[in-house]
């Protein structure tokens, strides 16, 4: 520890090697649960891209693991640290270090938080689409290392549609650059997306070029309500089918719908089985949400409400904010986030309920309708093991249920800890093979978050 601590601050500041237990067991995990963790051997806050590079060189020449850290709001267990480790945090690098609104590109560090990125943007007229929910606390490293995404996915698409290139820092001290500044460009392998989603198991991003877009008109929504999950499923597809194309299409269930009654008393029926949320920014939004509320009444919406404006689509989009908040209040809570084809999101929605019933248990789901993205939350008495095992099993239950129906694992949330005995079953054993070997490319010494996704 003495040595891994002195060799360290050979090349940083001293006060960016923080050593004392009471703050590195603050740096042990994310917001995911049951996964394994525990306090690094030390924390390191690095500013320049020199010292990420000498901390690398450090780390190398000991054999010490390295675990890359953002806002740690990740809920895949990836940025869960292990004893003797380094805990990397790259939040005091946090500077966006060019906007041009011609190329329409930012150049970001990976500190910079998502809505700081977005409100810079938006002050030349433009925006930065990714949006997770977490989006005024994450930062865009951390989103870049888990492929995260956000309500907005179902028009414009996750983060790795939107990184352009990258400055890695490799394991053994390396500088790679990646990608492009510019609006096209296909030389060679594209080991920019390569790195995104790839939880820190290969480098350590330092900077980012990302995509820009012109700032959308003001979002317009409406709230539809059903009777049945099946009904509002049938919604889902039937607006796709007749190519609309929604900013947003949220979908809530009966357990949600009552949960965030009981937290804020929004009135929605007990009655609802189903709330489905659909958004426009487009040129003509009423028309849209006309024309969406049309078919929402045929698939058999008991209650269809447009809003007027866009202060009141805020209004009836503050339900589904709140859905996740709602459900913690009800225990412990667990979220998956398993992505299924569109066609098949009312036979995932049922198939949660059946797996609520079986382990008895309440799940709450939500989903990003629009690109069947679906978010059950289970819900259990952590302090209780037996109920406390099933929540486990009911979450592995969910994702077997995913992968039957064609879908995969995590749509958004990455792979971590939690879930990479499941990314063995959707790669089969040749795609592990491949990608393990790809990573020892990168990575001889397997010191780059070892033990995550694989």
């Not at 930062?139 to 996915?153: E, K, S, Y």
């Not at 269930?253 to 937290?263: K, L, Q």
């Not at 064609?406 to 990479?420: A, M, N, P, R």
């Not at 393990?436 to 978050?449: C, E, S, T, W």
């Amino acid at each position: 520890m003495s040595d891994l601590v002195e060799l360290l601050r050979e090349g940083l500041p001293e006060a960016a090697v923080v050593s004392d237990p009471d703050v590195t067991a603050a740096y042990r995990q994310d917001m995911a649960g049951f996964c394994d963790s525990a306090p690094p051997a030390v924390v390191v806050f690095p500013q320049t891209v020199e010292q990420v590079q000498h901390v690398m060189r450090t780390a190398t020449r000991l054999r010490v693991p390295v675990v890359p850290q953002g806002a740690r709001t990740g809920l895949s267990g990836a940025a869960n640290a292990a004893a003797g480790a380094i805990a990397l945090s790259m939040l005091k690098m946090d500077r966006i270090l060019e906007l041009d609104p011609v190329d329409r590109i930012a150049v970001v560090e990976p500190g910079v938080v998502n809505a700081e990125l977005s409100r810079a943007a938006a002050r030349h007229g433009l925006s930065y689409p990714p949006d997770p929910s977490s989006w005024e606390s994450c930062t865009v490293g951390g989103n870049i290392g888990t492929g995260a995404g956000g309500l907005c996915c179902v028009k414009y698409g996750v983060t790795a549609e939107y990184v352009l290139g990258l400055d890695v820092v490799l394991p053994d001290g390396r500088l790679l650059r990646t990608g492009r500044r510019t609006a096209k460009g296909v030389a060679g392998y594209d080991l920019t997306r390569l790195f995104v989603g790839a939880e820190g198991t290969l480098g350590v991003v330092v900077a980012a070029v990302v995509a820009l877009r012109p700032a959308p008109p003001p979002q317009l929504a409406l709230a539809a309500e059903f009777a049945s999950m099946d009904a509002a499923c049938a919604a889902v597809c039937a607006v796709m089918a007749a190519g609309h194309v929604p900013s947003l299409m949220e979908l809530m269930d009966t357990t949600t719908v009552r949960a965030v009654n009981a937290m804020a008393q929004m009135g929605l029926p007990d009655s609802t089985a189903a709330l489905l949320l659909v958004g426009f920014d487009s040129l003509d939004p009423a028309s849209d949400l006309a024309a969406v509320g049309e078919l929402c009444r045929e698939a058999g919406a008991t209650e269809v409400v447009p809003a007027a404006d866009s202060g009141e689509s805020e209004l009836l989009l503050e339900a589904r904010r709140l859905a996740l908040p709602a459900l913690d209040r009800l225990g412990t809570t667990m979220i998956d986030d398993v992505a299924v084809p569109r066609s098949r999101l009312g036979e995932m929605l049922a198939g949660v309920a059946r797996i609520a019933e079986d382990f008895r248990l309440t799940i709450g789901v939500c989903a990003h309708a629009g690109d069947g993205n679906t978010h059950p939350v289970v819900v259990f008495d952590a302090k209780d093991e037996e109920e406390s095992a099933r929540a486990r099993a009911s979450f592995d239950a969910i994702m077997a249920l995913g992968l039957e129906l064609g879908g995969t694992i995590t749509g958004e949330h990455g792979v971590g800890l939690l879930k990479k005995e499941w990314l063995a079953r959707e790669l089969g054993p040749v795609g592990l093979e491949l990608q393990r070997q790809v990573k020892a490319v990168f990575d001889p010494l397997g010191i780059m978050n070892p033990g995550k996704l694989f």
